[in-house]
């Protein structure tokens, strides 16, 4: 069983050492904190948001942010969601992604949920879409070069029902 804490700075070492490969890391940042690998320094962006760390009994094993893209607290946006790279495909996203749905519905009172995902991090996506995320097709699909590509996102949303 997994609890969701805000985020500590004394958690930097566990969630920058769940990075060690490039493509990983810019599926999960987008190059938003910096090239790779980012320092602590670096990371240190993450706090002006709302950030969380999951834990369980081993230890930290998740962390994510939330913010809100507008003035209103009606939008609460997931963003940097990363699992430890040694408990992927176990159910820890899930777990922690509906920890954070929780947070942002009924502590903060917000209307949806929304969260973009890179079309190449199906894993990722699949995700989403079992806690519950639905496509969203926007006008305009967002997108970044990367590692000399051009990665577009999927828009997902939740609304509160």
């Avoid at 699992?83 to 176990?90: F, L």
């Amino acid at each position: 069983m997994i609890r969701v804490r805000p985020y500590k700075a004394s958690d930097v070492n566990a969630i920058l050492s769940w990075c060690q490969d490039e493509k990983v890391f810019y599926q999960w940042t987008a190059g938003i904190l910096g090239k790779f690998p980012i320092t602590k320094q670096e990371f240190g962006f993450v706090e002006s948001l709302m950030p969380f760390t999951a834990f369980d009994e081993t230890g930290i094993v998740g962390f994510f942010t939330l913010r809100n893209p507008n003035e209103l607290l009606d939008e609460l946006r997931f963003g940097f969601v990363i699992i430890d790279s040694d408990k992927r495909g176990n159910g820890y996203g899930k777990e922690m992604i509906r920890l954070g749905l929780k947070f942002a519905f009924e502590i903060y009172g917000a209307k949806r949920a929304s969260l973009g995902v890179f079309e190449n991090n199906l894993s990722a996506y699949y995700c989403y879409k079992a806690v519950g995320f639905e496509d969203v097709v926007p006008d305009t699909a967002e997108a970044y070069c990367i590692l000399g590509e051009e990665w577009k996102c999927k828009e997902l949303r939740m609304e509160n029902i």
